[in-house]
């Protein structure tokens, strides 16, 4: 189904940008999910709705990329290039093979072409918020907007000494990196050290971020976060996204490895998430994975900090049948973690096809009232320089079983998911977002 033509408007570029004028970001009109004949009223009042955020599956250089580095990015369709296709049946039934054509590049996802009658929704997002990070990606899913954007430390000698002295003090141990690094070369390069004389490993990225990684013989995982919790409170007026604890185990160098222990400490948002949100008015929030985190432990009812893929979505079927109603969101982390970085173009295909079958396993779990979101947080494309992430459009996909999909454009803003949410669940507006989702 082709998109509505869009004209040209003004926005308002960010602080660091070149930019001036932009194209539209077009809003087709909102989806019609008026219940079908018959629903009653119980049946509408347990409503469920899934969220997948897909960590840094990007799908094209985002109009402002150039400011952050990042021209020429674009995550799906290099890395199925790059990895000789991508064998994605279920996500392009559901129409992310469509996505890409919506964007002024105009590319291909390689083995995942459109299809003529998507099964769900389609469209894709840009990002409003200023950065390209985890936090600042979810935030803006759940309604809010980072502008300025959270504090960068330099590549070198990243952190001010005053901060590093008082880390110092309170931990009572030396800090060695000061420095931008890869996490798994930095305990490559300083993890026997660390082993000998106790120092904590302290990096940071291209992200907001200040980075902790310790061996877990060396210095116990609660011992770890209690450090992470001090970085914390130091880095707060800064302004620093997340303090992340990094753990790993191995007996030298040629083995380091780092273990599924890791903790994120997000700076406190101070405005309410949708999460919060729905909460408050009595809406059950299931977390699945790093959530609880990013979202600083506030707005959730329930959640368990799986460590992988597989490991959520299992959690992920498993509450999809035993919640009647409620949000469940869920971080899959892997693509990211375990292949963005690394800039495994071959490893991150074959993690988005294994989601794939488990969707195709998944989608007959849910009812005629379920909603299904899938999307991302931002793009860290394998076969781009360096080993960060890249600021992105991101995929949007919303499945409603039984009923037609439809072209959803280009959104402005993350956050029309966040003013979705609010809509299907019938809670006070947004402050921020464009719905498509309209009860008549």
């Known amino acids: 189904m082709p998109c509505p033509p869009t004209l040209p408007k003004r926005f308002t570029s960010r602080p660091h940008s070149p930019l001036a004028t932009a194209p539209e970001i077009h809003h087709p009109p909102p989806l019609n999910t008026k219940p079908e004949p018959g629903t009653t009223k119980k049946a509408r009042q347990q409503l469920k709705a899934i969220l997948i955020v897909m960590d840094s599956v990007g799908i094209g250089s985002a109009p402002d990329a150039t400011a952050y580095g990042d021209a020429g990015a674009s995550t799906l369709p290099h890395l199925s290039a790059a990895a000789g296709g991508l064998n994605a049946p279920t996500l392009q039934k559901l129409g992310l093979g469509n996505i890409p054509g919506l964007l002024p590049q105009k590319e291909t996802i390689v083995g995942c072409p459109p299809v003529d009658a998507p099964i769900a929704s389609w469209g894709a997002m840009r990002e409003m918020s200023d950065g390209k990070d985890t936090i600042t990606g979810h935030w803006e899913i759940a309604g809010l907007e980072v502008d300025p954007g959270f ?51 302290c990096y940071t990225s291209a992200d907001s971020v200040f980075q902790i990684a310790a061996h877990e013989s060396v210095v116990p995982v609660p011992e770890l976060y209690r450090y992470c919790e001090i970085a914390r409170r130091l880095c707060d007026p800064l302004r620093v996204g997340r303090i992340i604890a990094r753990p790993f185990v191995g007996t030298c160098a040629a083995d380091f490895k780092r273990t599924e222990n890791r903790k994120d400490f997000a700076y406190l948002p101070a405005e309410k998430t949708v999460l919060e949100r729905l909460f408050d008015a009595g809406i059950s929030v299931y977390a699945v994975g790093k959530i609880e985190d990013i ?69 007959p779990l849910l009812g005629p009232e379920d909603m299904l979101i899938i999307t991302a947080d931002h793009g860290n494309d394998p076969t781009f320089k360096g080993t960060d992430h890249t600021r992105e459009y991101v995929p949007l996909i919303v499945y409603r079983p039984g009923r037609p999909g439809t072209c959803l454009g280009i959104r402005k803003g993350f956050y029309d998911i966040a003013q979705s949410l609010a809509k299907f669940f019938s809670i006070p507006a947004m402050p921020r977002g464009a719905s498509f989702i309209a009860y008549t």
């Open 151 to 201: 504090h960068n430390f330099p590549f070198t000698d990243s952190f001010p000494p005053d901060l590093i002295a008082a880390f110092e003090k309170e931990t009572g141990r030396k800090l060695i990196g000061n420095k931008a690094a890869s996490g798994t070369e930095i305990i490559k390069e300083l993890g026997e050290e660390h082993m000998r004389t106790g120092a904590l490993i």
């Open 295 to 363: 979202y600083c432990h506030r707005g959730i009812t329930e959640s368990i900090h799986t460590g992988n893929n597989v490991a959520s979505e299992a959690l992920v079927s498993k509450w999809t049948q035993e919640k009647e109603r409620g949000l469940i969101v869920a971080n899959f982390i892997d693509y990211d973690m375990l292949y963005g970085h690394r800039r495994d173009a071959d490893g991150y295909a074959r993690s988005i096809e294994e989601t794939d079958r488990w969707l195709a396993g998944y989608l």
